[in-house]
C-alpha cells in the first residue's frame, strides 16, 4: 500500500536541512513586550490590566471577548506600560498591552505543577485549555477550546495530529517532534480523553523518517493511537488535504473537520495541550524557525509570546546578506514583511528571509492557457478563470467557479510559468465575497 496523500499538490524546494539539526533553544526577551488583542481567529480579547499594574508570567491579562475568542496571558513578569495600537505581522494595526519586562520571570501561584489529567472530567479539560489561551498554532489561530467543544462529541471518531510541516522551511514542529515526543503523545491522550469513540493519528510526511520512527516506538502500545507515514507534498498539512489523506473523507468551506467526525490540531497545539492540563502551563511560548538563505545561523528557538522580531533575527546571528525579501512563516503562505518592528504572536510560526526575492524577480506576464494551474490545484479549481473574475473584480462569477473553496496554499502561484499573481488576487477575492455576505 502507498503512503497516504492527496490528488494534485506541488514539490517546493523544501529547505529544510537549514535548521531541521538544530535543537529548540531557549531565547529570553529584553525590554518591553508587545501581547497583540487580536491574535486568534475570532473576537480581540479583552483587556484586564491597566497601565501601571504590575503582572506575572502566566497571569491572564486579557480574556475571551465573545464565543470564538482567546485569553492572552503575559508571558514575563513586569510592569504594564500601555495599551496601544502596534503592528503585527499582517501589517494591521492592532490594540496591544505592553508589558515592561522584569528580566525575573516571577510567575503566578501554581505555575508548573504537575496534574493527572484521568482524574478531570470533561469540562474541566475543556476549561483549562480555555483558560490557557490555547489556539490553533499552526497558522489558523481558532480557539482550541472551541475546537474540542464540537456539537456532538460522540459524532467524533479521529483526532488527527498535523505533523506534516509542508511548508518549505520551516523545522520547529518536527524539532518538537524529536524532542518533546513524550509530551506530543501525552497531548493526545488528553484530547482522546474527550471523544470515547475516536482514534487518534499522528500524521507525519516521510522526509521526516526520524519522527516517524521515534513516534512508532513510543505509540506501539497505545491501542488508540496510530502513526500514518504520508507521502511528501505540499499542502499535505492543510487541513481538507490532511483530512482527505487520512480518511479519505471530504470537507469543503463550508464544513467543519467535525461535520466529518475529526478534529486535527497541529503538533505545538498538542504539546501546549499537554503543558496547560498536565503541567498548569498555559501558552506563554512559541516554537519559532529563523531561517533562509540571509539568516547567518538558521535555528529552531523556543520564545516568549511578545518578544520583538529583532530579538529573534539577532539571536539567530543576524543577516550574514541583506535581504531582499522578509516572511513572517514560510515562503508558501507567510506574509511579506517590511518592517521587524512586530511582536512575536501564537500564529508566528517562523521567519524567513531570502537574499533574492523569486516572486519579484520576474514580471508577470498574460496566462498562456497551459492548465498547470489546474494540475496543482488540491481543490480541483480552475484558477486561470478565477484569474479572469478576479482581474474584473467580478464576485459573482469567482463564486460559481467556487473560488470560496481556495484554501490560499499557492500551489497555483508557485507552477505559474506567466508569474501570475493568483493567490494575492484570490485572498482579495474571498475577502471581498465574505465582506458583501456581512452587508447582505
Known amino acids: 500500500m502507498g503512503l497516504a496523500t492527496f490528488k494534485n499538490g506541488v514539490h517546493p524546494y523544501e529547505g529544510k536541512e537549514l535548521s531541521e539539526n538544530k535543537p529548540v533553544k531557549v531565547l529570553l526577551p529584553q525590554g518591553e513586550l508587545v501581547f497583540p488583542l487580536s491574535q486568534h481567529i475570532g ?31 503575559c508571558s514575563v513578569s513586569g510592569t ?72 456532538d462529541e460522540n459524532a467524533i471518531d479521529y483526532v488527527i495530529v498535523n505533523g506534516a510541516e509542508c511548508e518549505p522551511y520551516l523545522t520547529s514542529d518536527y524539532r518538537m517532534m524529536m524532542e518533546e515526543p513524550e509530551r506530543l503523545v501525552g497531548g493526545l491522550k488528553v484530547m482522546l480523553a474527550l471523544f470515547d469513540n475516536a482514534k487518534g493519528v499522528i500524521g507525519v510526511e516521510n522526509n521526516k523518517p526520524e519522527a516517524i520512527a521515534k513516534l512508532t516506538e513510543l505509540v506501539k502500545d497505545e491501542p488508540r493511537i496510530e502513526v500514518c507515514p504520508l507521502q511528501t507534498k505540499y499542502p499535505q498539512g492543510g487541513e481538507r488535504m490532511l483530512i482527505y489523506a487520512i480518511t479519505g473523507r471530504q470537507i469543503n468551506s463550508a464544513m467543519l473537520p467535525a461535520d466529518a467526525g475529526c478534529i486535527v490540531d497541529n503538533v505545538d497545539t498538542v504539546i501546549s495541550i499537554y503543558n496547560a492540563v498536565c503541567e498548569s502551563t498555559p501558552l506563554i511560548r512559541k516554537i519559532v524557525t529563523v531561517t533562509g538563505d540571509a539568516v547567518a545561523e538558521p ?64 514580471a508577470p506576464t498574460p496566462c498562456i492557457r497551459c492548465g498547470k494551474c489546474v ?58 465575497v465574505m465582506a458583501n455576505r456581512r452587508k447582505g
Open 80 to 151: 504594564v506600560k500601555g495599551i496601544e495600537p502596534r503592528m503585527v505581522a499582517n501589517g494591521s494595526i492592532v490594540q496591544c498591552i505592553i508589558v515592561e519586562n522584569d528580566g525575573e520571570y516571577k510567575t503566578i501561584e501554581g505555575f508548573g505543577e504537575k496534574r493527572d489529567y484521568t482524574k478531570l472530567s470533561k469540562a474541566e479539560i475543556r476549561e483549562i485549555v480555555k483558560e490557557a489561551g490555547i489556539v490553533g498554532l499552526g497558522g489558523a489561530g481558532f480557539p482550541t477550546h472551541v475546537k474540542l467543544t464540537p456539537k
Open 375 to 432: 494540475s496543482a490545484c488540491p481543490e480541483f479549481l480552475v484558477p486561470q478563470k478565477m484569474m479572469a473574475a478576479a482581474e474584473r473584480n467580478d464576485c459573482e462569477t469567482f463564486e460559481k467557479l467556487n473560488g470560496m473553496e481556495c484554501c490560499e496554499c499557492g500551489s497555483c502561484t508557485f507552477v505559474c510559468p506567466a508569474k501570475r499573481p493568483l493567490t494575492q488576487a484570490f485572498k482579495e477575492m474571498r475577502k471581498t
Open 43 to 73: 473576537a480581540p480579547a479583552k483587556p484586564l490590566v491597566a497601565k501601571g499594574d504590575q503582572v506575572l508570567a502566566g497571569q491572564k491579562i486579557a480574556e475571551c471577548g465573545g464565543f470564538i475568542s482567546a485569553n492572552v496571558l
Open 299 to 362: 535555528q529552531n528557538f523556543n520564545v516568549k509570546l511578545g518578544t520583538n522580531y529583532r530579538e529573534l533575527l539577532e539571536a539567530a546571528g543576524g543577516f550574514k546578506t541583506e535581504p531582499e525579501k522578509m516572511i513572517s512563516g514560510g515562503p508558501m503562505m507567510g506574509q511579506a514583511l517590511y518592517s521587524l518592528d512586530i511582536p512575536v504572536a501564537k500564529t508566528s510560526s517562523a521567519l524567513t528571509c531570502f537574499t533574492k526575492d523569486q516572486v519579484a524577480a520576474e
